[in-house]
């Protein structure tokens, strides 16, 4: 048998060459050995790791090749906020963010900007300390995503740990952001052997991307031919730049894929020459991409330029003109929402759009009706706006035959035939119908769903059949169901029935703002909620918040506040809310602790938290009254410890800083 020591130092040179190789061949498309002398080198690799376990590391090549499946994803929250970016259609709108950017910077300074071809794929975060790849997560929300790190080790462009130098070190922490995506002839081949294999077709890249990387089985995302170009960082710890462009070629340095095309430019004018240039060679890239992204290069003055919502003010999506095809009208449909707005919907013969077949697409309302003339029979152009969501563009006239219908929303909900109004100042038509089977049904599937309740099992044809039999008439009546209720329904099984009463019972603790989401208040979003949770604290607390006060909330304008307030007003919602509470629903209510038990304290977290993620920790510091840095300098009071801590401990250590564990810091914080 080998000697250990010589079988590290092996195993070392085998990964050294491996990740060499694995660049050559994945990101430089330049390979220099064959196939059959790259699987040799990865075997031997495996064969001495499986010999020597003590020298495998999550760093590994090896590791590449998948994990145990997982039985569900876990969150992961971003150490900062993922933005979603403002949207362009047009080259006039491109001229007017230039216009904004100088507003708001009151200054003549010429800008530059950093342009970059907008990959159509799946957003991810992912963590390196110390150049190692610790995790990877999806978009998510922007603020929390699913931890799909095991996925992500698969992919092949992502870089295991860094290629650092003394000239371009690895920071200490550091969030890299990238697309994860399939190239064109790879997606063709991989819809071949699903097809052969009697599997049903993905239907485009972009979709066959995000379910590969969502595959609770590691061991399928690596037979998925996917990969990753890196756009920009998030939190950076131990290094600083200047520029957008700088953190662009600092990632290339360290082994990261990042698009060729990306290039620095001096001019608006010149960021208009680029987009004209992507949509000209759109075809013939290898992959998808459906826009342009522009940043302003400079660091200092993104910072300045902030976010507006949830958008930054220093970039701009330039999204192309949407895929189109005509198809026919074949009829126009109603749909009843949960707060009762009549939406009419197209049913269209089947067409394809951007790689999608569309048979249905949103008509909005009657006054988009008129204003298009859209009748029953009609020819029309359809496209998916932003490439997502079908709706016409416009009826094609010349194909008209005399034989069209035209169509008015009816004044009887099609639901429950109670009267349909038109509210002034809105364009909706709405039911007024109190017991509409329709809003009910909406009401409680909303309430159940993943963003609110989370009841798992609890889909819509359980729901309809549930309110058409009488069984629940609010979201509060689902936790009044009785077991012999459900078994009594058409293929609840015994099983089933015991799995949906745990999932109704494990949400009658939620956290608060998702309580609150699921209550459906118009206009309260997800993001909202949460903003809503921290400033009440309770639903009590909420319900008797006057307009003038939530007004006065960020991000909450009138026709916000009003809705709030006008919802907590009425009777029927005060009472589902006494009896969710009766049912045994409570929240997680957020205790306001004192701000002064860390005052003027300055915390460095370093290593893996295991109580708390890093954002968390971050939070209850600010919260109470002090501060989270990133590097120990003279002005640190404090470094918390958790596993595997590195080079910020030993600084601590060798300055005299105090350290805590995970546990001395909560209790210190009142959190022990």
């Known amino acids: 048998m080998m000697n250990p020591e010589v079988a590290r130092k092996r195993i070392e040179d085998l990964k050294t060459q491996i990740e060499y190789h694995n660049r050559r061949y994945y990101q430089l498309d330049d390979p220099v050995i064959s196939d059959a002398e790259y699987d040799l080198l990865l075997q031997e690799l495996i064969s001495l790791e499986e010999q020597f376990p003590q020298w495998r590391t999550d760093d590994s090549p090896s590791q590449r090749i998948g994990a145990a499946p997982l039985s569900k994803f876990a969150s992961a929250v971003h150490r900062t906020p993922m933005l979603s970016l403002a949207n362009a259609f047009s080259e006039d709108e491109i001229l007017r963010f230039q216009e904004r950017l100088k507003r708001f910077l009151s200054s003549d300074a010429n800008l530059s900007f950093v342009v970059e071809p907008k990959i159509d794929g799946v957003a991810v975060n992912l963590i390196y300390e110390n150049g190692i790849l610790t995790s990877g997560a999806t978009r998510g929300d922007g603020a929390t995503g699913e931890d799909v790190t095991q996925n992500i080790r698969t992919v092949h462009t992502v870089p295991l740990r860094f290629q650092s130098t003394l000239e371009n070190p690895a920071p200490e922490e550091i969030e890299i952001r990238g697309e994860i995506y399939i ?50 960082v998030g939190l950076v710890a131990g290094r600083t730049f200047t520029h957008h462009s700088e953190v662009l070629n600092s990632l290339k340095l360290w082994g990261f894929a990042v ?39 400079d660091l200092s003055l993104q ?110 909900c099609p639901e429950c035939g109670s009267k349909v109004v038109r509210i002034a100042g809105e364009a909706a038509h709405r039911c007024l119908g109190i017991s509409c089977p329709a809003q009910i049904r909406g009401h409680i599937i909303h309430f159940s ?95 008797f918040a006057s307009e003038e006060e939530l007004l006065a909330l960020q991000d909450i304008g009138p026709e916000v506040s009003s809705s709030i307030f006008q919802f907590f007003q009425n009777d029927s919602n005060r009472r589902v809310i006494e009896n969710l509470k009766k049912a045994g629903v409570s929240p997680q209510e957020i205790v306001s602790p004192s701000p002064s038990l860390l005052a003027g304290k300055n915390f460095v977290f370093t290593g893996t938290l295991t109580r708390m993620t890093r954002n968390e920790a971050k939070q209850i510091v600010e919260t109470l009254g002090g501060q989270a840095l990133s590097s120990v300098t003279k002005n640190t009071d404090y470094v918390v410890a958790g596993e595997a801590a590195g080079s910020k401990l030993k600084k601590a250590q060798e300055s005299g800083i105090p350290v805590l564990s995970e546990e001395e810091f909560l209790a210190m914080a009142g959190r022990g």
């Open 259 to 297: 698009n060729p095309l990306i290039r620095r430019v001096e001019s608006i004018s010149s960021c208009i020459d680029f987009y004209r240039e992507l949509q000209d060679r759109r075809e013939e890239l290898p992959y998808e991409i459906d826009g342009m992204v522009i940043k302003v290069d």
């Open 449 to 543: 769903s993943r963003g609110g309740m989370d009841i798992e099992g609890l889909g819509e044809k359980l729901v309809a059949h549930l309110v058409d039999e009488g069984y629940i008439r609010d979201p509060s009546d689902l936790y009044f169901l009785g077991r012999e209720t459900l078994m009594n329904m058409e293929r609840m099984a015994e099983k089933s029935v015991s799995n949906l009463l745990a999932a109704i019972e494990r949400s009658k603790s939620p956290p608060l703002d998702k309580l609150i989401f699921a209550l459906g208040i118009r206009h309260v979003g997800e993001h909202l909620s949460k903003v809503l949770a921290r400033q009440y604290r309770t639903v009590d607390a909420l319900a």
């Open 303 to 412: 910072e300045r330029l902030g976010a507006v919502s949830r958008s930054p003010r220093w970039a701009l999506a330039c999204k192309f003109a949407a895929t189109q095809a005509t198809t026919v009208v074949e009829n126009i449909i109603v749909n009843v929402g949960r707060t009762g707005a009549l939406t009419p919907v197209a049913l269209l013969a089947p067409v394809q759009v951007g790689g999608v077949t569309v048979s249905r697409a949103t008509l909005h309302n009657q006054d988009e009706i008129d204003k298009k003339d859209i009748h029953i029979g009609d020819t029309v152009l359809v496209q998916r706006a932003g490439d997502v969501i079908p709706e016409v563009v416009k009826v094609i006239e010349t194909k008209r035959t005399g034989g069209e219908k035209p169509f008015k929303i009816p004044d009887n």
């Open 183 to 232: 190239e064109s002839d790879a997606f063709r081949k991989l819809n071949e052997r699903r097809l052969a294999g009697n599997e049903a077709p993905f239907a485009n890249p972009r979709n066959a991307a995000a379910g590969s990387l969502r595959q609770l089985d590691s061991s399928i995302t690596a037979r998925r031919p996917l990969k990753m170009f890196c756009y920009s």
